[in-house]
Each structure stands twice: as structure tokens, then as C-alpha cells.
């Protein structure tokens, strides 16, 4: 069974500019959550998507915004781009929502702002 | 804001030795749990420990779980230069949420 993958692994940008990050989950996975980690903060959850619903959001700003399609993968976009987005992206799939079990994490999207 | 606390922030031992990590948390839980990160990489689940239950044992870790106290803690016996790596402990129940809470981590050297 594929594990969570995420894309682009890698990706470089400048302020202001906008970027979207892709997670596919296991197969079954309906919930998707996403985290930034970053050296100073730790993980930090963004929010976590169940059948194609926000079903939980963490605290930052409305320039993160996410969606999750039918088929359960998920995207998250950040917009207007500052200097401290710079961090590392995971995402990762479970069967439900919420801590009930497991999470399978993605090798994450490394964002780079400049 | 972090509901688990990892202590120490870092640990350094001998390959063969044990390593014991702690996490502290500040409201009740419904259960707790430890993922592993190798450098820059995704997070590996190790263990999951519900709030009724007090130890779990995988392998050559060691879970156990002090709700009075609010405490977990991890214990990896005969440890592997390969072992090296961040530890976090989540938890749930901050402010009510199901949804996992990760601490800063342990970071774990383990020298051959």
C-alpha cells in the first residue's frame, strides 16, 4: 500500500508570491490533516480535512486556506507569502477524524521564502 | 500553543545504553501518542497509550502513562546508533479538540 505523498518535496519562493501544496493519502484515508514545523514553533497544526469538510482548524492566519477533493487528497495554499512561512509542511492521512488512532505522515514540502 | 511538553530538549548517550524521554501535558486526554522523526524527514508513528491504560510495551520501547500527573514517558532499551532521532509525544483534549498536539520534541543521539 503507497504511503502518504506529498508534493513538491522542495520548492523555493519570494514574498508576496503564493504556493500550493499537494498530499495524497494512504488509500481508505479519509482524513487529512496538515502541520507546519518549523525550529522555533515546534509542529503547529493548520487543519485537518474529512470527506472534502474542514473539520478542525488550527490558529493562523486566513492566508492559509486548504480543501480536500472526492477522491480525498487534499491541497493547502498559502497566499502572500512572509518570511516566516519558511518551514517544513507535513500532512498526514488517518481512517477517521480526529485522535482516534494513527497518524501517517508525508516526507513533507519544504518551503523556502525569500 | 503545545499541550505535551518533551523533556530533556536533547540526549545524548552510548549505543547500548537506555534512553528515557518524558512528556509533560496540561489537560486531560483521551490518549497519547509517540512518533519518531528522522532528520527532515515525515513523522513515524511508534506507539499509541489510552488514557486507561498505564504501560505498552512495542518492541524495545516502553510507554508508560501517569494521568495523575499528566506525564508519559518513553523508555528505549539497548539503544542503536540507528535509533537517532527526534521523539514527540501528542496528545489531545487541548481546549476540548481531538485533534493531536505535538510538543518541540527530544532529540536523541545515539553514538556508536
Known amino acids: 500500500k503507497a504511503g502518504v505523498t506529498q508534493t513538491p518535496r522542495y520548492l523555493i519562493k519570494t514574498r508576496g508570491q503564493q504556493v500550493t501544496l499537494s498530499c495524497s493519502p494512504i488509500s481508505g484515508h479519509r482524513s487529512v490533516s496538515w502541520y507546519q514545523q518549523t525550529p522555533g514553533q515546534g509542529l503547529q497544526f493548520l487543519f485537518e480535512y474529512f470527506s472534502e469538510t474542514q473539520r478542525n482548524k488550527g490558529n493562523f492566519p486566513g492566508r492559509f486556506s486548504g480543501r480536500q477533493f472526492s477522491n480525498s487528497r487534499s491541497e493547502m495554499n498559502v497566499s502572500t507569502l512572509e518570511l516566516g512561512d519558511s518551514a517544513l509542511y507535513l500532512c498526514?492521512?488517518?481512517?477517521?477524524?480526529?485522535?482516534?488512532?494513527?497518524?501517517?505522515f508525508g516526507e513533507g514540502s519544504r518551503l523556502t521564502v525569500l | 500553543s503545545q499541550q505535551g511538553e518533551e523533556d530533556p530538549q536533547a540526549l545524548s548517550i552510548q549505543e547500548g545504553e537506555n534512553a528515557t524521554m518524558n512528556c509533560s501535558y496540561k489537560t486531560s486526554i483521551n490518549n497519547l501518542q509517540w512518533y519518531r522523526q528522522n532528520s527532515g524527514r515525515g513523522l513515524v508513528h511508534l506507539i499509541l497509550i489510552r488514557s486507561n491504560e498505564r504501560e505498552k510495551h512495542s518492541g524495545r520501547l516502553r510507554v508508560t502513562l501517569d494521568t495523575s500527573k499528566k506525564s508519559s514517558s518513553l523508555l528505549i532499551t539497548a539503544s542503536r546508533a540507528a535509533d537517532t532521532a527526534s521523539y514527540f509525544c501528542a496528545t489531545d483534549g487541548l481546549r476540548g479538540s481531538y485533534i493531536p498536539t505535538f510538543g518541540r520534541g527530544t532529540s536523541l543521539i545515539v553514538h556508536p
Open positions: 498526514a492521512s488517518s481512517l477517521t477524524s480526529g485522535n482516534t488512532g494513527e497518524l501517517f
